[in-house]
């Protein structure tokens, strides 16, 4: 009889694997390397996750989870005023960035590691930004945005800039005024709907 894995088993390999990735990127990062660190058999590994791949993508999964709880913790004090939340969600990313052990955002970082984009880590990293993008529209069109595409398009160009050059500008400088931009472009946008609004009447 086969001998079973023990229990959590997987979590572990993934815990180990996700912390690697985390500082060299999946693509630094090669199997015998997770084996090592793990302490587990390659039969182990590969029976958990057939192939890198594969964990690659239940890294990026978990990541989701991780990003999902991040925004609803952070969207949740503002309940009914989808503005503020638009600048909550910019000061959860702030306050990631500016984190002591902040590398990089997982999902660019494998995006730009797995360019093909008919790769699973690559659909994977799309999907994150694409829904986030989608996430940010609902809210600027439930705030009553003048433009909410264009709100939500600034939005996520905000968010990027903090992911990729927050460390490089210094992290809390780039923070503090990302938020800051955040906030001026909201209050223009809600603003301007309600004055021209407020016009036709």
């Not at 990541?63 to 004090?77: K, L």
Request: with cysteine.
């Amino acid at each position: 009889m086969a001998r079973k894995p023990a229990p959590g088993a997987r979590d572990h390999i993934l815990d180990n694997a996700a912390r690697l990735f985390q500082e060299h990127g999946p693509r630094g990062v090669g199997t015998q390397r997770i084996i090592d660190e793990c302490g587990c058999g390659k039969k182990l590994l590969y029976r958990e996750f057939p192939s890198k791949d594969d964990l690659v993508v239940a890294y990026l999964e978990r990541c989701q989870r991780e990003w999902g709880a991040i925004m609803d913790e952070a969207t949740h004090p503002h309940a009914g005023d989808p503005a503020r939340q638009l600048v909550a969600l910019v000061q959860a990313v702030a306050d990631q960035v500016t984190a002591p052990d902040y590398a990089g955002c997982p999902f660019r970082t494998t995006y730009s590691q797995y360019p093909d984009d008919a790769h699973p880590a690559n659909q994977v990293a799309v999907r994150h930004v694409k829904d986030l993008r989608a996430r940010l529209l609902t809210l600027a069109r439930r705030a009553g945005a003048r433009d909410p595409r264009a709100l939500a398009d600034r939005i996520m160009l905000i968010i990027d800039g903090l992911y990729i050059n927050g460390a490089m500008l210094g992290r809390r400088g780039a923070a503090t005024a990302a938020v800051a931009l955040a906030d001026e472009l909201v209050a223009g946008s809600v603003e301007a709907a309600s004055s021209s609004s407020g016009k036709g009447t």
